[in-house]
């Protein structure tokens, strides 16, 4: 049995081919090095690390040099006033090539997600890191298509990420994420994936703690019936939920008649026949306190109440989670404020981390960071 001439190179052959690509061109960037061999950005990064460890090359970022070696000292016989060729500045051209690009998609530019942005855009000035910024539409279709061009066209070196996770769609993208050839942090969303269900890299908030809190604040404030209003669409419902749930299990507080109600949002035509039924349904069941995701649903709320003769918070007792616009409505809403910008810092220092190490084995980091209560004017 032979092997043919089109056949891959051995890995040792393979390496031998980088240092010989930097040898004649200087710098290269693990993308240029990967479509140069034909082989996965990931490889690449494998055979950068061996080089490394063995002195042969140097990494830099976003790609790989050839070590500069020494100016040698001058031989005795070098003619006077002759000097030997200038060397390239520690920080020449050739390093700028090399600059770290990642990109970042999240579901929408003008809600929750600006804060987010702002802290990614902060640590990324700080390490001279480029961000190439995408918007999407939470749909795992609009989300895949945005991804693959940041991957093919753009050739980042990582992904930050808030995907659709549910769903066929959603779960064919994480599959697609969990084997893309970059580094990929997910941002304010969880996923596992293979048969052992190993997570992947994700930087959260703990809803659950936050709702929580804003449940323990009520129940410290006299409150026996503590209700939630979630909107169906949200990613996050599921996690204020539970710890709406988990805290009134806890301090004992009932859940079979309190409002527990998961709505359309304010935008959707149902929303105002909706909410009337919601608050009939909370004078009815004696509910005296709302926790209420999101701040615009929360607004609406108290809005309907103020027509409708119930006071705030003397009837009813209203928290908002998001914080976003909560301090603007009358009465200001007391509010859980998820770590937005701190979830931007943490996943891009993260990412930055993997992209750095490069190391295949690397094992799996979740960050999760805890959110505030901002006491207001609608809970006391």
Same mark, same amino acid.
């Given at each position: 049995?032979?092997?043919?001439?089109?056949?891959?190179?051995?890995?040792?052959?393979?390496?031998?081919?980088?240092?010989?690509?930097?040898?004649?061109?200087?710098?290269?960037?693990?993308?240029?090095?990967?479509?140069?061999?034909?082989?996965?950005?990931?490889?690449?990064?494998?055979?950068?690390?061996?080089?490394?460890?063995? #002195?042969?090359?140097?990494?830099?970022? #976003?790609?790989?040099?050839?070590?500069?070696?020494?100016?040698?000292?001058?031989?005795?016989?070098?003619?006077?006033?002759?000097?030997?060729?200038?060397?390239?500045?520690?920080?020449?051209?050739? *390093?700028?090539?090399?600059?770290?690009?990642?990109?970042?998609?999240?579901?929408?530019?003008?809600?929750?997600?600006?804060?987010?942005?702002?802290?990614?855009?902060?640590?990324?000035?700080?390490?001279?890191?480029?961000?190439?910024?995408?918007?999407?539409?939470?749909?795992?279709?609009?989300?895949?298509?945005?991804?693959?061009?940041?991957?093919?066209?753009?050739?980042?070196?990582?992904?930050?990420?808030?995907?659709?996770?549910?769903? *066929?769609? #959603?779960?064919?993208?994480?599959?697609?994420?969990?084997?893309?050839?970059?580094?990929?942090?997910?941002?304010?969303?969880?996923?596992?994936?293979?048969?052992?269900? *190993?997570?992947?890299?994700?930087?959260?908030?703990?809803?659950?703690?936050?709702?929580?809190?804003?449940?323990?604040?009520?129940?410290?404030?006299?409150?026996?019936?503590? #209700?939630?209003?979630?909107?169906?669409?949200?990613?996050?419902?599921?996690?204020?939920?539970?710890?709406?749930?988990?805290?009134?299990?806890?301090?004992?507080?009932?859940?079979?008649?309190?409002?527990?109600?998961?709505?359309?949002?304010?935008?959707?035509?149902?929303?105002?026949? *909706?909410?009337?039924?919601?608050?009939?349904?909370?004078?009815?069941?004696?509910?005296?306190?709302?926790?209420?995701?999101?701040?615009?649903?929360?607004?609406?709320?108290?809005?309907?109440?103020?027509?409708?003769?119930?006071?705030?918070?003397?009837?009813?007792?209203?928290?908002?989670?998001?914080?976003?616009?909560?301090?603007?409505?009358?009465?200001?809403?007391?509010?859980?404020?998820?770590?937005?910008?701190?979830?931007?810092?943490?996943?891009?220092?993260?990412?930055?981390?993997?992209?750095?190490?490069?190391?295949?084995?690397?094992?799996?980091?979740?960050?999760?960071?805890?959110?505030?209560?901002?006491?207001?004017?609608?809970?006391?």
């Amino acid at each position: 049995m032979t092997v043919s001439d089109s056949a891959a190179p051995l890995p040792d052959e393979r390496r031998a081919q980088v240092v010989e690509l930097l040898r004649r061109r200087g710098v290269l960037r693990v993308n240029e090095l990967a479509s140069e061999l034909d082989v996965s950005a990931i490889t690449i990064r494998r055979d950068i690390a061996l080089l490394a460890s063995q #002195g042969l090359i140097r990494r830099v970022r #976003g790609g790989a040099a050839l070590l500069r070696r020494p100016v040698a000292e001058a031989p005795i016989s070098q003619a006077p006033g002759d000097r030997p060729p200038p060397q390239p500045a520690p920080d020449s051209a050739e *390093e700028a090539k090399a600059q770290v690009t990642i990109g970042m998609v999240v579901p929408s530019l003008d809600y929750y997600w600006p804060d987010v942005i702002r802290g990614v855009r902060e640590a990324a000035a700080a390490s001279d890191t480029r961000v190439v910024l995408r918007g999407a539409t939470y749909q795992a279709a609009d989300e895949r298509r945005q991804l693959s061009w940041l991957v093919d066209s753009v050739g980042v070196d990582g992904l930050l990420v808030a995907p659709t996770t549910t769903g *066929e769609d #959603g779960e064919a993208l994480v599959r697609w994420l969990q084997s893309a050839e970059v580094p990929v942090v997910l941002v304010e969303r969880a996923a596992v994936v293979g048969p052992y269900q *190993e997570a992947m890299e994700s930087v959260v908030s703990d809803h659950v703690f936050g709702a929580a809190m804003a449940v323990r604040h009520l129940a410290a404030l006299g409150h026996r019936r503590i #209700g939630v209003i979630t909107t169906r669409e949200s990613p996050t419902t599921p996690h204020v939920r539970r710890g709406w749930r988990q805290a009134c299990g806890e301090l004992g507080l009932g859940l079979d008649d309190a409002l527990d109600a998961d709505t359309v949002d304010r935008r959707d035509p149902d929303w105002p026949h *909706e909410l009337d039924d919601l608050l009939d349904e909370c004078v009815a069941s004696g509910t005296t306190a709302l926790l209420v995701h999101s701040d615009p649903e929360a607004i609406s709320l108290v809005e309907r109440c103020q027509e409708r003769g119930i006071r705030i918070p003397d009837d009813l007792a209203v928290v908002a989670y998001d914080d976003e616009v909560a301090e603007l409505c009358d009465p200001p809403l007391t509010a859980v404020r998820p770590p937005k910008a701190a979830i931007g810092r943490a996943a891009f220092a993260l990412l930055a981390d993997r992209i750095a190490d490069q190391d295949a084995y690397r094992p799996a980091h979740r960050v999760v960071i805890e959110p505030r209560l901002i006491v207001r004017s609608s809970s006391s």
